[in-house]
Structure formats: C-alpha cells, structure tokens
C-alpha cells in the first residue's frame, strides 16, 4: 500500500500578495490556468513543443542510450527492458555517471495494475563493506579524512547498479536477456565517438585518474592525454565485463569472473569491499511512498531516498497555497517555492537513513499536521533566515554527477531510473582488467557524530541520497508523468518546480522543463537562480530580504506526459547530449 494523506486542505491560506500584479519572470499565456487538464498540449504559442509519439518513448541523458532504448521497443522489448538495456549503455556514453560501480533507484508501473498504489519501488543503494568503521576515516586531531572517503580504494561503497538492472529485467523484461546487454556490449567494443562533454570530462578526471594506472588505460590515450572531441574510445576491458554478465547474469559481477577482479584489487590496494560483501549484496523492494497534489496523485521512492520524502513534504505545504493565482515565475511564487524549499531542505536528513536499519517517522514527516504548521509559517512578505531555521547535523556534500532515464512503452508499461557514482567518474578508480568503475558513496554517510546520526556507518548499510524518482498519477489514477534527475541536493527542488509547472500552470512537459529554476538550500543563505529570471523579479525578491545568486544550470530532468493517448517526451537542454526519443 502507498502511504495515503487523507484531510488536505487545498483552499489557498488568507495572504495578500500585494506585489503579484508587478511580478513578471517567464509568464506565457498559460500562467493564470487552473491546470492541465484544460490546455492543448501543443499550442502555437508556445516557444517550446515535446516530442509527440504513440507507440513509446524514452528520455535519457545520452542520444546513444536513447536511441538503444528505442531500438529495444521497436524490437517488441517493453519499458524494463528498454530501461535496463540503456542502463547498461550509458555505463559505456555516460561513464562519469552511468557505469557499472554505482548503485540508485527504480520505480516500475505496470500497465496492468489497478492503480497508483501498485508502483514497485526498487532500492539498489550502494551499502558499507563489512569492514567499514567511521573511525577508520577520521585522523588523530579529529578531523575528516575526506579524500580517502572522495577517492581510491577506500571511497567505494558496495555496487548496487547491476543487481538493480537485473532483478527489474528478471522481474518485468520480456526480452531474452543477452539481448537486452548486446548493444551496450557492441558500443564498448567498436568504440563511440567521444563528444564534446565527454572531452571536457575525461580532461576534468584524468587529475584524479593519473594515480591510478588502471583508470588511465581505460580513459586516457597512451601518451596519457585526454581524448578529443570527435576522437573514437574504445572499452575493450568493460565489453568484457558485459558481456560476462550478458553470459552469467549479475551473478559475474557479485560472484564470478568480475567479482574476483575487484575483490583481488581490493586485497591489494587495502580497500574494504570483500567477496563476501559482493556476494551479499541484495537488491530491496520497497514501498513507495505518495500524497495528493491538487487532485493528483504524486508517487515517489521511501528511504534510503531523502528526496522522495522532502519532494513530498512539499507538496503538502504547497497544497495550502493557490500557486495557479500566483503568474507562473513571478517573484511571489518564487518566494513560495524557495521558503518552502528552506523548511524541507532543513528537516529532510534528520533521522533518515537506511529502514532496514533506521525507524524512519514517514507518516509524521508527511502528516498534515506538520505540512500546516510549516505552511503557516512562511511570511508571505518576508525571507525567513537561514539563522531562524533549526540547524541539523550536516551530510557531505553530494554531487550532482548522477544520471536519470524515464521509458514508457506503448502498453503503458514505465520505469523511472535514477542511479550515480557519487562525484563525476565516482572515486577515479577502475578496477584492473573490467573498465568498471567504482563509486565513492562512503563519503555520503555521516561521519562525525557517527553514535547519534542515522546515517552513521554501520556493515551492509545503505547510504542515504537525494535520488528522486517520480510518477504523477492524475485525477483518474491514470499515468501522467514520469520523471526524475540528476543535481544532488537539488534534485527534490527541481522535481517540485517541474510538478508545479505542469500540475498548477498547466505547462507542457518542454515548457515545464524549460522554465528557469531556483534553489534554496537548508542552511546556505543564498537564493540560487538560473539565468533567465527577470531583473524586476530578482529586485523583488531582494526587497523580500532574499539574498540573490546566479548560478550554473539545475539538474537535467528527463521526462515523459502522457496526455489523450499519446506520449510526449521532454529531454533536459541544461546538459549536453540528452535526447527524447520516440516511436509510432
């Protein structure tokens, strides 16, 4: 069963927002639409337009992987083996983010199920290797020994992307499973043509990479320079390790032949993941948690996600405004957002961690009785400090060097699919001999004050992470959108802007994905903002006492409507090489 909040009140609270009428950022003509429902999902006035298919879509930070998905449908796949199929070749065209070391989160709907409530959630998070102690990682004056948990042998949590993409397959694929692993194998060994953002990268990490030959053989060419753009890589050790678990399953990669590279590796470099870490490592079905927006349906991953349980705690605050009165970018809506923002970002750590381990309060974080208190909070007038704001124990920083796809097939089957190495390219590590490389999720634990953190380290933990993969049903419990991104602590921020632009503005998924953002974080004084904001709305907000900073691009979302029987797919701009593909 979803988690079910019941008694919401959806009247907008008494606030006069004096200054709406002056406010202008992004306002189109849809602005003052009471919601989605009513608009025509490709209008002539609109700047931005989807990419309209019946028979399927998929969406992914890549046009390679895209295009492998869209070839798994044509092929008669659905959307778990799609999803799955692109999950492996991105370990290939996105390796700063998509490869084989990491772990992340699935959510799968079935055409098939009654309703919203039958949404798997599947939780393949990395976890801490048996012999992982916090105190192992602090030094004598008590500090953070934060490189050897950023990089090396030592940073990498137990993988858990390859047992996720299997147990979806074995679970809901149709297609045989040397199938699904064939492209990703066939990419890696004729090689791809390195692109302009995989130039820059490469040439960012080959500084890490250079104290550890194995990852230079795999990314560096043999005079140790970074590839060009245009230049062709060729992964001749990781089409090895595909296609041993295009053989033998994920079990190659947690027992066998890949198995034993990297726990040799790890005996001998002193890092902590053993075989039997690899060989106990086990993939959760959990039970997605959800709440009501407006008369939808919003589902989304329980912990060891955070962001799922912020995302909705927002949403719940949220409800007790009329965002659609408020134009659609203006800076009183921006003020809502980032207020509400501030108030999750500030609670979404505290006394989350891995349920296995941790009793997690979800009903009471998502009850209505604290959505109406942190509502009644917000003044409408006024940017409340971050002083003001209780503090809470600070999580390490986490990247935003994760990636998302999102697949529906044309029976309405879909996945939502967030996975990461943690930093771009993980711990620089590649284990000798697989072009695997290895994450560095340790550093995303609690390591100071580790007895009273529920993110402390502890044997076979899952660490936490923002990773929010998302499904909105509408007000017949039927599919309305599937997304999800990349951002670290950003991603839940972004997600609520996405749902709002779509739900409350009534947007198209392009529109909705196009529209600039914001970012507030939980104890940063500073009101992140994408360029793109009008200069009238940021003196607003100014005078509101936001402290104002531009800053770089937010997230990279990766999103599918489904609107009147057909699909309409939006590929995030914010980064380079991303592509919505779709099939009739």
């Known amino acids: 069963m979803l988690?079910?909040?019941?008694?919401?009140?959806?009247?907008?609270?008494?606030?006069?927002y004096c200054v709406v009428l002056l406010l202008c950022v992004w306002q189109p003509v849809f602005a003052q639409s009471q919601g989605a429902a009513t608009q025509s999902i490709i209008r002539y006035d609109s700047i931005q337009h989807p990419v309209a298919a019946s028979g399927g879509m998929v969406v992914s930070q890549n046009a390679a992987a895209s295009e492998v998905g869209r070839q798994i449908l044509i092929e008669g796949g659905n959307a778990v083996d799609a999803a799955v199929a692109m999950g492996f070749a991105l370990a290939v065209t996105l390796p700063r983010a998509g490869n084989l070391g990491g772990s992340g989160f699935m959510l799968v709907?079935?055409?098939?199920?009654?309703?919203?409530?039958?949404?798997?959630?599947?939780?393949?998070?990395s976890t801490a290797p048996m012999a992982a102690r916090s105190a192992d990682f602090i030094d004598a004056d008590g500090e953070v020994r934060y490189e050897e948990l950023t990089y090396g042998a030592r940073a990498p949590g137990v993988p858990g992307t390859v047992a996720g993409l299997e147990e979806a397959w074995k679970r809901f694929g149709s297609l045989p499973w040397e199938d699904v692993l064939s492209p990703a194998i066939e990419l890696a060994e004729n090689g791809i043509e390195v692109s302009g953002d995989l130039a820059y990268a490469l040439a960012e990490a080959l500084t890490v990479m250079a104290n550890y030959p194995s990852s230079m053989a795999a990314y560096a060419k043999p005079d140790r320079t970074a590839y060009a753009a245009g230049e062709t890589l060729i992964q001749s050790d990781l089409a090895w390790s595909l296609r041993e678990i295009g053989e033998h399953g994920a079990d190659a990669f947690y027992r066998g032949a890949v198995a034993e590279k990297i726990y040799g590796y790890m005996e001998q470099s002193g890092g902590l993941i053993s075989a039997e870490d690899l060989a106990n490592y086990r993939v959760r079905e959990r039970r997605a948690i959800a709440t009501d927006y407006r008369d939808h349906r919003v589902v989304t991953m329980p912990p060891s996600?955070?962001?799922?349980?912020?995302?909705?705690?927002?949403?719940?605050?949220?409800?007790?405004?009329?965002?659609?009165?408020?134009?659609?970018?203006?800076?009183?809506?921006?003020?809502?957002?980032?207020e509400t923002m501030k108030q999750a970002n500030a609670n979404r750590r505290e006394g989350i961690g891995d349920i296995d381990f941790v009793e997690?309060?979800?009903?009471?974080?998502?009850?209505?009785s604290i959505a109406r208190e942190m509502a009644a909070s917000i003044d409408p007038d006024r940017a409340t400090p971050?002083?003001?704001?209780?503090?809470?124990?600070?999580?390490?920083?986490?990247?935003?060097?994760?990636?998302?796809?999102?697949?529906?097939?044309?029976?309405?089957?879909?996945?939502?699919?967030?996975?990461?190495?943690?930093?771009?390219?993980?711990?620089?590590?590649?284990?000798?001999?697989?072009?695997?490389?290895?994450?560095?999720?340790?550093?995303?634990?609690?390591?100071?004050?580790?007895?009273?953190?529920?993110?402390?380290?502890?044997?076979?933990?899952?660490?936490?992470?923002?990773?929010?993969?998302?499904?909105?049903?509408?007000?017949?419990?039927?599919?309305?959108?599937?997304?999800?991104?990349?951002?670290?602590?950003?991603?839940?921020?972004?997600?609520?802007?996405?749902?709002?632009?779509?739900?409350?503005?009534?947007?198209?998924?392009?529109?909705a994905t196009h529209a600039p953002r914001i970012y507030q974080a939980w104890r940063e004084p500073e009101l992140g903002v994408e360029r793109g904001v009008s200069a009238d709305s940021l003196r607003l907000l100014e005078a509101m006492g936001h402290e104002i900073e531009v800053q770089q691009t937010m997230g990279s979302t990766q999103s599918i409507m489904l609107r009147e029987g057909l699909l309409y797919g939006a590929a995030d701009p914010r980064r380079p090489g991303a592509a919505a593909l779709g099939i009739d």
Request: net charge negative; no cysteine; aromatic share 6%.
């Open 386 to 511: 971050v002083a003001e704001i209780s503090p809470i124990d600070a999580y390490p920083h986490e990247s935003r060097d994760t990636t998302h796809l999102s697949v529906v097939d044309g029976e309405g089957n879909a996945v939502s699919l967030t996975y990461t190495l943690g930093y771009s390219f993980g711990s620089g590590l590649v284990i000798p001999g697989t072009g695997i490389i290895l994450d560095n999720q340790m550093r995303n634990f609690s390591i100071r004050d580790p007895d009273i953190h529920a993110n402390r380290i502890e044997p076979g933990k899952r660490v936490v992470s923002t990773m929010t993969p998302t499904m909105v049903f509408d007000e017949d419990d039927q599919l309305f959108l599937v997304t999800g991104t990349p951002g670290g602590s950003r991603i839940h921020n972004v997600i609520l802007q996405l749902i709002v632009n779509t739900v409350d503005y009534g947007m198209n998924i392009a529109e």
């Open 109 to 125: 709907h079935q055409s098939d199920a009654s309703d919203s409530e039958d949404v798997v959630a599947l939780d393949f998070r």
């Open 360 to 368: 997690v309060p979800i009903a009471g974080i998502l009850s209505e």
């Open 3 to 16: 988690l079910k909040l019941y008694g919401r009140d959806h009247g907008a609270m008494p606030i006069a």
């Open 305 to 338: 996600s955070v962001g799922g349980l912020a995302l909705l705690q927002m949403l719940n605050v949220l409800g007790h405004y009329d965002m659609a009165s408020l134009p659609q970018g203006s800076a009183a809506s921006m003020h809502l957002l980032a």
